[in-house]
């Protein structure tokens, strides 16, 4: 199986190592045709209702993605189909953090779990899968209002503060979706994963930027509705990859809200069936409400309220000031005087950068112990340092190779010889110092000739800060990644036989010939495979097209009606699968 390297997709090419760590091989050979029956299952299912309930773009959009209906797809007709609309596909290992999530959009490229669900989860999983993520993102990816809106998100999203407690709550979230897809999961563990992610989910203190552009994201990308309230017709993948929800979120009791800013306060659930939804008009009107919350976050904000944030968030971040610079670490404090950040400070590796590209000399290695600078203008001064020029600079006594003293407004006091200044874009951001001391108005001192070099940030004010560093490549950041795996199946003997029994009908179906055998899965199915459905629901659909051995045919409706009333779970499942026998998908259709 080809690795993501090999896949001629501009998307995939662009992203940063620091995202690169998350992509695995799809290894397309571990699908069993069970695999292939449930993807078969689904996808007809979801042409046969979604035709009439999907936005419109959904059917069509099928094939602009490289989806067929016949076989799960592989990264490859899937990367060749979405280049063409300028994005790309990987694959990934179940729930990645959020915070990664949205940067893969920022990139325009789709992220897709390589698992699929099992037979028994067939109308739902917790845990994204290939249905969900492919059949449920990528259709709508065509409709170019749509795509916009995803990967303005993921540029938003990029930038969101989060907290110590969203990694936790993704932590759990993880775990529980990895052992609910388990098949042989023990159900004290399945227990004890669905308290904690209670636990954490009631523990979660203010919820982050992060936290609250996730809910924007869960009622618009995964479970939105488009149109009016009496009428809307479901665009989001969650609903889409869902053959159950997708009928019951029509129901009259799930209540439909127009979709505005207030659905930041509503919390959703991963586990069940969503109470309420969201309809929007227009996606327009979705970036319109994505704009209203953007302006209340830090990257917009900056300042103290953006500091503050910051240090809460005790991740790596990036304060920019407004001459340009970006200063990005770990912010472990800040001063403050008139509501306004007058000095800030890092902890352990930090850089320097303009323009989101780092400066050379100014990485994490040599900012090794960290960073800090005042902010702010200097005493006496009506222009703010950053927009004076060399010879301005030169003309108050800041000029390289001599001892200035530069007084802030703050009472911040910087003294040393002048080694370099750096200017660009036509502002002064950075004076290096020599034998230098920073004190504050008290006299505190905040930094010692004997430390080295000071290396002194200029600009009035803090205009942004964001999470991230702002040259990610330089800095090489490594996004938090978890150690819980999904777990694989080891096939035993039984499940293995029964895997060649759906092969055996799979290659019927695709090649035609003697049916003669169909008689013998079926009695090898009665005789080992009592509990199976949908391999039996099968060689019906066949006898019954072909309008062959119709006594094997009624045997085996009588047989799935049986179990219909004897296992209430399957007798949906089992009469959608009827409707679809009366009713099938146009070969045209089947891409």
Same mark, same amino acid.
């Given at each position: 199986?080809?690795?993501?390297?090999?896949?001629?997709?501009?998307?995939?090419?662009?992203?940063?190592?620091?995202?690169?760590?998350?992509?695995?091989?799809?290894?397309?050979?571990?699908?069993?045709?069970?695999?292939?029956?449930?993807?078969?299952?689904?996808?007809?299912?979801?042409?046969?209702?979604?035709?009439?309930?999907?936005?419109?773009?959904?059917?069509?959009?099928?094939?602009?993605?490289?989806?067929?209906?016949?076989?799960?797809?592989?990264?490859?007709?899937?990367?060749?189909?979405?280049?063409?609309?300028?994005?790309?596909?990987?694959?990934?290992?179940?729930?990645?953090?959020?915070?990664?999530?949205?940067?893969?959009?920022?990139?325009?490229?789709?992220?897709?779990?390589?698992?699929?669900?099992?037979?028994?989860?067939?109308?739902?999983?917790?845990?994204?899968?290939?249905?969900?993520?492919?059949?449920?993102?990528?259709?709508?990816?065509?409709?170019?209002?749509?795509?916009?809106?995803?990967?303005?998100?993921?540029?938003?999203?990029?930038?969101?503060?989060?907290?110590?407690?969203?990694?936790?709550?993704?932590?759990?979230?993880?775990?529980?979706?990895?052992?609910?897809?388990?098949?042989?999961?023990?159900?004290?563990?399945?227990?004890?994963?669905?308290?904690?992610?209670?636990?954490?989910?009631?523990?979660?203190?203010?919820?982050?930027?992060?936290?609250?552009?996730?809910?924007?994201?869960?009622?618009?990308?995964?479970?939105?509705?488009?149109?009016?309230?009496?009428?809307?017709?479901?665009?989001?993948?969650?609903?889409?990859?869902?053959?159950?929800?997708?009928?019951?979120?029509?129901?009259?009791?799930?209540?439909?809200?127009?979709?505005?800013?207030?659905?930041?306060?509503?919390?959703?659930?991963?586990?069940?069936?969503?109470?309420?939804?969201?309809?929007?008009?227009?996606?327009?009107?979705?970036?319109?409400?994505?704009?209203?919350?953007?302006?209340?976050?830090?990257?917009?904000?900056?300042?103290?309220?953006?500091?503050?944030?910051?240090?809460?968030?005790?991740?790596?971040?990036?304060?920019?000031?407004?001459?340009?610079?970006?200063?990005?670490?770990?912010?472990?404090?800040?001063?403050?005087?008139?509501?306004?950040?007058?000095?800030?400070?890092?902890?352990?590796?930090?850089?320097?950068?303009?323009?989101?590209?780092?400066?050379?000399?100014? !990485?994490?290695?040599?900012?090794?112990? !960290?960073?800090?600078?005042?902010?702010?203008?200097?005493?006496?001064?009506?222009?703010?340092?950053?927009?004076?020029?060399?010879?301005?600079?030169?003309?108050?006594?800041?000029?390289?190779?001599?001892?200035?003293?530069?007084?802030?407004?703050?009472?911040?006091?910087?003294?040393?010889?002048?080694?370099?200044?750096?200017?660009?874009?036509?502002?002064?951001?950075?004076?290096?110092?020599?034998?230098?001391?920073?004190?504050?108005?008290?006299?505190?001192?905040?930094?010692?000739?004997?430390?080295?070099?000071?290396?002194?940030?200029?600009?009035?004010?803090?205009?942004?800060?964001?999470?991230?560093?702002?040259?990610?490549?330089?800095?090489?950041?490594?996004?938090?990644?978890?150690?819980?795996?999904?777990?694989?199946?080891?096939?035993?003997?039984?499940?293995?036989?029964?895997?060649?029994?759906?092969?055996?009908?799979?290659?019927?179906?695709?090649?035609?010939?003697?049916?003669?055998?169909?008689?013998?899965?079926?009695?090898?199915?009665?005789?080992?495979?009592?509990?199976?459905?949908?391999?039996?629901?099968?060689?019906?659909?066949?006898?019954?097209?072909?309008?062959?051995?119709?006594?094997?045919?009624?045997?085996?409706?009588?047989?799935?009606?049986?179990?219909?009333?004897?296992?209430?779970?399957?007798?949906?499942?089992?009469?959608?699968?009827?409707?679809?026998?009366?009713?099938?998908?146009?070969?045209?259709?089947?891409?």
């Amino acid at each position: 199986m080809a690795s993501f390297n090999d896949f001629n997709n501009p998307q995939v090419a662009a992203l940063p190592a620091h995202l690169k760590q998350f992509i695995v091989d799809q290894h397309y050979e571990h699908y069993t045709p069970v695999d292939h029956a449930v993807w078969r299952y689904v996808m007809r299912q979801n042409y046969s209702y979604l035709k009439d309930v999907a936005y419109y773009p959904y059917i069509p959009g099928l094939e602009k993605a490289g989806l067929s209906i016949e076989k799960i797809p592989s990264l490859q007709e899937m990367n060749d189909a979405l280049g063409k609309i300028g994005w790309g596909a990987v694959t990934v290992d179940g729930f990645i953090p959020p915070a990664a999530f949205m940067e893969y959009q920022a990139y325009r490229v789709l992220v897709i779990a390589a698992d699929i669900r099992q037979l028994k989860h067939i109308e739902y999983t917790p845990a994204p899968d290939i249905i969900h993520e492919s059949a449920g993102h990528a259709p709508i990816i065509a409709d170019k209002d749509y795509h916009e809106y995803l990967s303005y998100f993921g540029s938003i999203g990029a930038k969101a503060m989060f907290s110590a407690q969203d990694f936790e709550l993704y932590e759990a979230i993880r775990a529980l979706s990895i052992l609910k897809e388990m098949p042989d999961a023990d159900e004290n563990e399945i227990k004890k994963a669905e308290e904690l992610l209670a636990c954490r989910q009631e523990n979660m203190g203010e919820p982050s930027e992060m936290a609250l552009l996730s809910r924007l994201h869960w009622w618009t990308v995964e479970y939105g509705l488009i149109g009016s309230l009496a009428n809307p017709k479901i665009y989001g993948a969650g609903l889409l990859s869902s053959i159950g929800e997708s009928v019951s979120c029509m129901d009259p009791g799930i209540k439909k809200i127009s979709y505005t800013i207030d659905a930041i306060n509503y919390t959703y659930d991963i586990t069940k069936t969503q109470p309420q939804l969201f309809v929007t008009p227009t996606f327009q009107n979705l970036i319109d409400v994505l704009e209203t919350f953007a302006n209340t976050m830090s990257f917009r904000k900056g300042g103290i309220y953006g500091l503050q944030k910051a240090v809460e968030s005790k991740n790596t971040c990036t304060a920019v000031y407004s001459s340009g610079l970006q200063v990005s670490g770990t912010f472990i404090d800040f001063k403050q005087d008139n509501n306004e950040p007058v000095f800030i400070k890092t902890i352990g590796p930090s850089a320097l950068a303009i323009d989101n590209r780092q400066l050379k000399g100014h !990485g994490k290695n040599y900012h090794k112990d !960290g960073f800090s600078s005042p902010v702010g203008k200097l005493k006496g001064h009506a222009m703010p340092l950053e927009s004076l020029t060399i010879d301005e600079l030169n003309y108050f006594g800041i000029e390289q190779g001599k001892t200035a003293e530069l007084n802030f407004e703050s009472g911040v006091t910087v003294t040393g010889e002048v080694k370099e200044i750096i200017a660009s874009n036509g502002k002064t951001q950075l004076i290096t110092f020599t034998n230098c001391t920073v004190k504050n108005k008290d006299g505190e001192l905040l930094f010692d000739p004997a430390w080295g070099v000071y290396d002194m940030a200029v600009g009035e004010k803090i205009v942004s800060v964001f999470c991230g560093a702002a040259d990610k490549e330089e800095f090489l950041e490594i996004a938090y990644k978890s150690n819980t795996l999904t777990q694989h199946t080891s096939y035993d003997h039984n499940t293995i036989e029964l895997h060649k029994l759906y092969q055996q009908v799979r290659n019927r179906r695709h090649n035609g010939g003697d049916y003669g055998f169909l008689g013998n899965v079926w009695l090898m199915l009665q005789k080992y495979h009592h509990d199976d459905w949908l391999c039996a629901l099968e060689i019906l659909e066949i006898l019954d097209h072909e309008e062959i051995e119709p006594d094997l045919a009624a045997e085996i409706r009588s047989f799935l009606e049986q179990k219909a009333l004897d296992q209430p779970e399957f007798k949906k499942l089992i009469n959608d699968g009827f409707y679809l026998i009366k009713h099938p998908v146009e070969q045209k259709l089947v891409f």
